[in-house]
């Protein structure tokens, strides 16, 4: 999901929601029947007038078009596709293009994140998010792992990385889970 | 890739490897990193309010089609927002309108809040050169863990917001220091956090369940 479709659902949840405010207090005051000029029986004459006209048909089908196709590449782009193509590589000129499989980078980059001491297992993949290109190693710890350790080692590779695709606008997120089952100790009481 | 060979430096916290190829100058603990990517965040209720309204303007667009063809004469029925015309032209004000109206102004403004809220963050930095990042159940769980390793617990449960965590453990005696060395326990195993949360203790005298 793009940062564009979050400012889309905000832009119209807050727009949705002042004309559901101002809707909520005409309604009420026109409930309560005191105030001018909120009073007696509701007309919607202009509005049942509008519809007869002869351009109604087409405005009313062909917003309603507008509105379904707006609809469907809304909800589509609510989708999760954050994977990116392959990275260009410094060398990438008119003379031709170097690129690289930013994934299998960043698998590789987790093996070596999995020879960190703690880390049962890894995996890495390069994605969009929040406006970043992001290579993310995703890594299952022991719960009596040193943190600081794989924090450390987590900083080797990420300089590896960096190292091998040449490339300053990369950021790195190591996300760190505890492993679920405790293989690592037994406990007596 | 692989894991740093052995011309990386000593004490790195990550194991040599032996590779049968020539020998690979890997950059040393000092080497340039990668930027700490953002905090990752959550889908959020903004995500599902989105879903929701993007749906609601498919239901609009349909009923604009469906009008439209109607009122063309291209398909059999009556336009549906004449239908809709009719049922409130003419409507007296009533009690019922005040409840209504109440009602949308409720929904107007948790819309709002919806709509300007953060989106709730997922994740908690370590202290790294780069982005590492710990769930906060996992956190929780480190904690629990640590306090429940003390001498004299039996049992130990950590709730937490984003800047503090309150352990509550089950000793078999408290002999007053108990407190002391459950904090000082989770203390040291969050000590790798990149903001720690603010620690409290309880203790309870009893049986674990």
Known sequence: MSRLTITVDRCVAFL???????????????????????TG???????AEATDKSWWPWAVGGTGAVLLLLALRW????????????????GTGRAGRLLADGNSVAQAAAVALKGVPGVRSAHGRVLRERGQTVARLDASIDADADLAGIAEGADIVSSQLRHVLGRDDLVCQVQLRLAARDQTRARVH | MSAPAPEQPAGSGVPVVPSSGPPVRWPDQQAPV????????????????????AALTGALGVIGVHDGLASGGIIDGRSWIDSGIDTFDGLKPSWWAVPVGVAMVLAGLWLLTVAVLRRPRTAV?????????????????LAARAADDVDGVTSAQVSSSRRAAKVTVV???????????????VAERLAALQSPPRLTVKTRTGVAP
């Open chain 2, 125 to 141: 930095a370590l202290t790294s050169r780069t982005g590492v990042f710990l769930r906060p159940a996992d956190v929780r769980k």
């Open chain 1, 41 to 47: 029986a509701l007309d919607l004459g202009p509005v």
């Open chain 2, 171 to 185: 000793v078999t005696g408290d002999d007053g220091r108990i407190g002391q060395d459950v904090q000082d326990a």
């Open chain 1, 16 to 38: 949705l929601a002042l004309i559901l405010i101002f809707g909520g207090i005409v309604t009420t005051v026109w409930g309560v029947d005191r105030v001018d000029p909120f």
């Open chain 2, 34 to 53: 990668m930027p700490q990517a953002k905090t990752p965040i959550g889908a959020g209720r903004i995500t599902v309010v989105g879903i929701a309204l």
């Open chain 1, 75 to 90: 909800l589509f782009s609510h989708l999760p596709r954050r994977g990116i193509g392959p990275l260009k590589l410094a």
